[in-house]
Each structure stands twice: as structure tokens, then as C-alpha cells.
């Protein structure tokens, strides 16, 4: 397997400006190089990750950027109270340059702490769309650069113009969208995954797949459409039939690229259009389950849902759910909700192959709660983007009834319950 197809797109994706691969990390210098003269690193600390940051640091010195401070990263979700460790840290050396190192979190933080520095205020001023560049542009300003070194295969961070904040007291995520905060380099060296436990690379495995199911049943109709097809076929795929492989074999060094050429296909996805209701429910379950299984377990749902609206991209699924042995020939001559529930019985399948839940039900300290806080969270003005990028939108006044049955089939486990549309 040599992924070219992969490769193709991401180069499409991104040029030149993003180093990828194996053994990259010695090109830290080249890549934040004329970015500024001196840097503060942020970095998650993980079995060998001394060893990389050192390389990081050797790299930047040679190429002339000063480290003036190496800062503890964010926990899992991005937390506000890190966010605001973060930000103290870099207001207090104002670098030139910020180094991001870690997964998802970490650079997530770092993109918000680099707006606060620069703009001031509070993280609720910037969530939702936008905000950040309408703000540079009144400050007549600019964010400080950043170098988002990524070390696991999961949201993509280091690409894209998200940002996911926590809020511990009340368990709900939120998010700042806007281009002003995609780092402009990145390095994403394969080498820092071999290590990952089981549990991070299935979540990240799911949260690529999670990021283009959503963005390609949302993007029907749209004049990316047909792109999104080629980014979507070809994660999903890397992703169902190398992720086993990377289970049994952690140190599989070809299927470990397959599922990290995935994630940042995922990326690549999330910049061409949103994603919708799985994310939408799945900052609202940071207490109970993982980003990436949060999105696994609700999409199948949210796949019967949208049935009467996505069938050109159900069937593209439901090929690669046979060719990776999830689905039988008899799938591809289905159609209309028939073909829906095919597909989420063949993800649900996937799951289970896995050994996760597969139902809210099923998940550890899952209750009725969950299910109000959801429907609460799709109801407020900084979240409304998913509801608007669904297959068919939703407003805040059709919530409950329409996303309150599927919740309780994503509960359940039964498929019947959902009001197709």
C-alpha cells in the first residue's frame, strides 16, 4: 500500500506548507523559520515524548528561533482552566512563534490562548463563527504565528479552524470556527503515534471517519460535493481496513500511516464544509465517553435520520462497507431508509469489531441527562452552525422533536424509533 491517492489529496489540501510522514521532526526549524526569532513550546508529555520535544528544540536552534519556555499542555477536551494556563504563560514571553506539540487538545488551547493574548477578553466572546477575524480586522492586527506539531491520528487540529473548549463545571463543550486560527505550518510526524494505546488511536480512527461521514451527507447538493466524495471514500476506507491491523500490531508502521493520511483526511474534510449532529450531541457526553466514540456511536442514528436526503453519499459508504467486508453485495441494491439502516447496521458492525459500545445505553454512566443536556446544548446561538449544516437544518424550535427520538434510539439501540426525514 502506497496511498498515493491519499497523498494526492492532502497535497491538494495543503501544498507545500505542511511536512508529513515518518522521522520529520528534524524539519521543526524549517518549518517555523521566518514565522519569529523566538518561541515558547506547549507540549503533552507521553511515554518518549522527551526525546521528540529535544529534536524539536535542536531543530529550531539551528535554525535560529530561540525556545524562551516549554509549557505543560491541555488535558483531554481543552478544558477552560488550562486555556487560561496557556495564556498567562505566553502573555508573560510573547514569543514570536508559538510551538504546539501534542494532540488535539493541546493545540486547540493554543489556538485560543494565542487569540486571547492578542485580542483580550473572554474565550465566550470568540465562540462561534467568525469572531476572531472580525475582531482582528477592528484591531487591525494579527494573531501570532503558530507551529502545531501534531503527535496523535485523530481531529486534525493542526489543519484546521477549530477550536474546542471545555467548560468542567457544566460537562459542555464549545467552539471557535474561523480561518484565522488555522495554523499556518504544521508537521505531523508518524513516529510520535507508534507508542498510542489502543483506546486514543480507536478514538482518533473514529473521529476521522466521524469528520467525513458528517461533512458528506451534509455537503449534497453543494458544489464541493464531488471532492468530498474523494476525501470521504478514501479515509473511511484507510480507516476500516487498517484499523484492526493497528490494534494487533501497534508498531504496524504502514497501517499506522493509513489511519494518520485518515485523520488528516478528516481535516481536510472539516475545511471544505461542517459537521453536524453526531458532533453537535457529542460535546454534550465529554463525561462519559471520548470525542471519537461519542461521534461513532450517535452517526449510524443520525445515518437513518438524514436517509431521504443523503442517498448518493449512502451508497458511496455502503460500497466501502462491502469492500472492507462490513456489508454483503446484496447492499448496493437497496435504497431510500432501507439502504440507511444497511449502512448503520454495517458501522454499528464496525463498532462491535472493536469491542465498544455501540448504544449510549451501553456506555457507563449514560442517563436521562445526557439526553436533556444535549437537546439544551442544540438549542443555544454558539452551537447553531450544526444544526444548520444538517442534510436537512434544523432550527432550535424543532429540537426536541425531532432530535429527542433519535437520542432515544441512539440509547436503545433501536433504529425504529427515529423520525426519518
Not at 57 to 84: C, K, M, W
Not at 145 to 163: E, F, G, M, R, V
Not at 312 to 326: F, H, I
Request: net charge negative; proline share 4%; charged share 20%.
Amino acid at each position: 500500500m502506497q496511498f498515493e491517492t491519499a497523498k494526492r489529496l492532502i497535497r491538494h489540501f495543503k501544498g507545500d506548507k505542511y511536512i508529513y510522514g515518518f522521522d520529520v521532526l528534524a524539519r521543526a526549524g524549517q518549518a517555523a523559520a521566518g514565522l519569529g526569532g523566538w518561541a515558547v513550546i506547549v507540549r503533552d508529555t507521553f511515554p518518549g515524548s522527551d526525546g521528540f520535544v529535544k529534536q524539536i528544540e535542536a531543530s529550531l536552534g539551528t535554525a535560529g528561533v530561540a525556545v524562551l519556555d516549554i509549557v505543560d499542555g491541555a488535558a483531554a477536551n481543552a478544558p477552560r482552566e488550562d486555556l487560561a494556563r496557556i495564556t498567562a504563560a505566553l502573555a508573560r514571553q510573547t514569543p514570536g512563534v508559538v510551538v504546539s506539540f501534542g494532540g488535539g487538545s493541546t493545540i486547540d488551547a493554543v489556538k485560543a490562548a494565542a487569540v486571547l493574548c492578542v485580542l483580550g477578553g473572554r474565550v465566550d466572546d470568540y465562540f462561534g463563527t467568525g469572531l476572531v477575524s472580525d475582531a482582528l480586522t477592528k484591531a487591525g492586527t494579527r494573531l501570532t504565528p503558530h507551529l502545531a506539531i501534531q503527535t496523535a491520528a485523530s481531529s486534525a487540529a493542526h489543519l484546521t479552524k477549530y477550536s474546542n473548549i471545555t467548560d468542567l463545571r457544566t460537562q459542555q463543550k464549545k467552539l471557535i470556527v474561523d480561518e484565522a486560527i488555522v495554523p499556518p505550518s504544521a508537521i505531523f510526524d508518524y513516529e510520535t503515534t507508534l507508542g498510542a494505546p489502543a483506546s486514543l488511536t480507536i478514538d482518533g480512527g473514529l473521529d476521522a471517519v466521524a469528520h467525513c461521514l458528517e461533512v458528506l451527507y451534509g455537503a449534497v447538493g453543494k458544489p464541493y460535493y464531488a471532492e468530498m466524495e474523494d476525501v470521504a471514500g478514501e479515509a473511511v476506507a484507510l480507516v476500516l481496513q487498517c484499523l484492526s491491523r493497528v490494534l494487533q500490531n501497534p508498531h504496524d508502521r504502514q497501517a499506522r500511516e493509513a489511519i494518520g493520511l485518515a485523520a488528516d483526511l478528516g481535516g481536510y474534510a472539516i475545511m471544505l464544509g461542517g459537521t453536524n449532529g453526531a458532533h453537535l450531541t457529542s460535546f454534550s457526553l465529554i463525561d462519559i465517553l471520548s470525542h471519537g466514540r461519542a461521534c461513532a456511536i450517535l452517526n449510524p442514528y443520525y445515518t437513518v435520520r438524514f436517509a431521504s436526503a443523503i442517498q448518493r453519499p449512502l451508497r458511496l459508504v455502503a460500497e466501502v462497507c462491502r469492500e472492507s467486508g462490513l456489508a454483503g453485495p446484496g447492499i448496493e441494491s437497496l435504497s431510500g431508509r432501507e439502504l440507511a439502516v444497511a449502512v448503520a447496521e454495517a458501522l454499528i458492525g464496525f463498532e462491535r469489531q472493536l469491542g465498544i459500545p455501540a448504544t449510549l445505553g451501553e456506555v457507563p454512566g449514560f442517563g436521562a441527562a445526557h439526553i436533556e443536556r444535549a437537546l439544551a446544548a442544540a438549542k443555544s446561538p454558539q452551537l447553531k452552525m450544526k444544526l444548520e449544516n444538517m442534510p436537512a437544518p434544523l432550527t432550535a424550535e424543532m429540537v426536541d422533536d425531532y432530535l429527542g427520538p433519535l437520542l432515544e434510539a441512539a440509547a436503545s439501540g433501536d433504529l425504529d424509533r427515529i423520525k426519518s426525514l
